[in-house]
């Protein structure tokens, strides 16, 4: 009998390690997975280094998420980039938020007296506006509202709120000649008057929306619109290398410039949160698959963009680039659409233009998963 149970014994305690696996082997398999991380952000920072750019930036791996920062994000306080005091304006990366909620609320309407799709005139708003009759939501979103009008980041000095923020640009594009509604023209209008619809059809501010629909429902702890980024924060300063010395120029956003574009740029955030935020763009968690595949997909559509991102190499990749004007930040994403591999970068010392920064970007892509990326 004492036989049967040290035999049972010792086959029950086999079953803990499985076969041709020992502890050894596992710690193994753990050191290898702490190299590559150290291996990655070696390589990262002495990208960034070379190429004399600053920032923050996640890189994804395998699924894997790891934030790899370089640099001073105040330098004259010495407050380092990637600390956890500090955010960074998203720029146009915002759009494909003010988009997400668009959808969201097309869902909502559905059967209800305030039911709107990609197809609904903006007149039902903006009966003010020149054309609103001919302009549809789709072609807000895909920037082929025709809508011209500039401005939208030159600082005025005021502090707008959101009401007075969409009328601004209605009388600027109310002054501005336009063209054909269906011509693709880059406008941070059309994403503003986006906002708007949003307020007016939930009776709630875009502010309060954007709390309720993106930050509550993925626990973001590193996320504001600028007039809520608390005390305990701060915004990056950003700078540019001139040459021979880093952290000149310095340049921040105002709450001025911030408070004009609502729904266009007024986001601050870190490159963690925003990459839990395109991963919330498909798992449910802001919108199902389908319904970013909707957002991307509008028939107003006329290039690869849509709904506030690009997509290219047959849908593989979604991306998006931003920057404000009177400031030098530089952002891009560049993801697998599955949210697989890709990278969030932040950059508040910028060396070059937007192809520059993407540059440093490629590199960095090219290291996470060679041949799976674009340049541009």
């Known amino acids: 009998m004492k036989k049967k149970l040290l035999a049972l014994a010792i086959a029950v305690a086999g079953l803990t390690v499985p076969l041709g ?28 280094a070379q190429n004399h750019v600053r920032g923050s930036v996640v890189v994804i791996k395998d699924g894997q998420p790891q934030q790899i920062s370089y640099g001073w994000a105040w330098y004259g306080k010495r407050i380092g ?11 146009s990366l915002q759009k494909v938020l003010t988009g997400a909620m668009i959808v969201q609320l097309i869902n909502e309407t559905n059967g209800t007296d305030q039911q709107f799709s990609q197809y609904t005139k903006i007149s039902r708003w903006y009966p003010n506006l020149r054309n609103a009759n001919q302009i549809s939501v789709g072609n807000l979103l895909t920037h082929t509202s025709g809508l011209t009008a500039t401005g939208t980041e ?18 600027n594009a109310n002054a501005t000649p336009e063209a054909k509604v269906g011509t693709y023209y880059y406008n941070n209008t059309n994403y503003i008057l986006l906002a708007g619809i949003i307020k007016a059809v939930t009776g709630k501010s875009y502010e309060q929306n954007f709390q309720e629909r993106i930050i509550d429902k993925l626990g973001l702890d590193h996320t504001y619109l600028y007039q809520n980024i608390p005390g305990s924060m701060t ?30 740029g ?41 709904g506030g991102v690009y997509l290219k ?29 890709g990278l969030v970068m932040f950059l508040n010392q910028t060396a070059g233009n937007e192809s520059a920064n993407k540059a440093v970007g490629y590199q960095i892509l090219n290291h996470i998963k060679a041949n799976t990326f674009t340049a541009n």
């Open 21 to 48: 696996f020992s502890s050894k082997s596992h710690n193994t398999v753990m050191a290898a997975t702490t190299a590559e991380k150290s291996e990655m952000r070696s390589f990262v920072r002495n990208t960034m």
């Open 266 to 306: 007024n986001l601050f955030s870190t490159p963690m949160d925003y990459y839990k935020m395109q991963v919330g763009l498909t798992n449910g968690a802001i919108l199902s698959s389908s319904d970013f595949h909707y957002l991307t997909h509008l028939k107003a559509k006329i290039t690869d963009y849509s």
């Open 154 to 171: 030159v600082n005025r000095g005021y502090n707008y709120s959101e009401d007075n923020a969409v009328k601004w640009v209605i009388n």
């Open 313 to 341: 190499n047959n849908e593989t990749l979604k991306m998006a680039y931003g920057n404000l004007a009177g400031t030098h930040f530089g952002d891009w994403f560049q993801m697998t659409t599955d949210n697989q591999n």
């Open 235 to 264: 915004d990056a300063i950003s700078y540019v290398w001139n040459g021979s010395k880093n952290y000149k120029q310095g340049a921040y956003v105002k709450r001025s410039l911030a408070s004009q574009l609502v729904g266009a």
């Open 81 to 91: 980039n990637g600390n956890t005091k500090v955010v960074y304006p998203t720029c």
